[in-house]
């Protein structure tokens, strides 16, 4: 569904992705994974075309998207949970989930199904939440809009192990209902719970990749910790 191939990219006349080549399958949840710097976010945003590729292809859908702007991609069905979350402190939870399209009412109900602990704080303000409900309302929030693909920037990141189970469950049960999920995580007990296949970042190039599994696993920690 998301094919990537030779992607370069980067900020200005620096180059940060050189020559990224990876795929994610209908069905699957595909695991980023590298250490600081590295070029994690920057891949993601380059999908996203937040950051201007500067050779390559990205296909989405058998479509070429390297032109698109990002609400375009957004309407194709890429939809994006940034690192920080991205909500708006100030607005409600409802008024959260509601500020792309007043359309989606009907949706809501059924993103209160993966995250219950939203349906409590429909009228709480955003700011006012702890980082692991902000990261359950902004997951909902991209999911309203019924993305093909979702992706999703280190949703785990400095948030309690009570809720990073919530996350996976939830992760569990959009890949069920026939979303494809790119990941940036470094927690890798995760990544064996839910991922489908790994590519490991270093330095913009991707230098290893593979199934997750049991057997993968060490070979993961290994590549994180050198
Ligand atoms: N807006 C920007 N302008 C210029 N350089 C940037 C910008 N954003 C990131 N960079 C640089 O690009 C490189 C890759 O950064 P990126 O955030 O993609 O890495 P990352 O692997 O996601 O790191 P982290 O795990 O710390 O989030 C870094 O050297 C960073 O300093």
């Given at each position: 569904m998301l094919l990537i191939n030779n992607v370069y990219s980067g900020y200005a006349d620096s180059?940060?992705?050189?020559?990224i080549s990876l795929r994610v399958d209908k069905n699957s949840i595909v695991g980023i994974i590298g250490r600081n710097g590295v070029g994690k976010t920057t891949l993601l945003k380059t999908i996203l075309g937040i950051v201007k590729i500067k050779m390559g292809e990205i296909w989405f859908e058998e479509k070429l998207?390297?032109?698109?702007?990002p609400y375009e991609r957004a309407e194709l069905g890429i939809g994006y949970v940034p690192q920080g979350r991205g909500?708006?402190?100030?607005?409600?939870v409802a008024e959260n989930l509601l500020?792309?399209?007043?359309?989606?009412k009907n949706r809501i109900e059924e993103v209160f199904t993966l995250f219950p602990k939203l349906k409590v704080l429909m009228?709480?303000?955003?700011?006012?939440?702890s980082g692991g409900e902000q990261q359950q309302l902004a997951i909902a929030r991209a999911l309203i809009k019924t993305p093909k693909l979702l992706i999703l920037d280190?949703?785990?990141?400095?948030?309690?192990p009570s809720v990073v189970e919530t996350i996976v469950s939830a992760l569990y049960e959009i890949k069920k209902r026939g979303i494809s999920v790119l990941i940036v995580e470094q927690n890798l007990d995760l990544l064996l719970e839910i991922g489908d296949y790994y590519y490991f970042l270093d330095s913009g190039h991707v230098v290893d990749e593979g199934v997750i599994n049991e057997e993968s696993y060490p070979t993961m920690c290994r590549l994180l910790m050198v």
């Open positions: 180059i940060v992705l050189h020559g998207i390297n032109s698109l702007k909500i708006f402190p100030q607005l409600t500020i792309m399209d007043k359309n989606v009228k709480r303000k955003g700011g006012s939440l280190e949703p785990t990141e400095g948030i309690q």
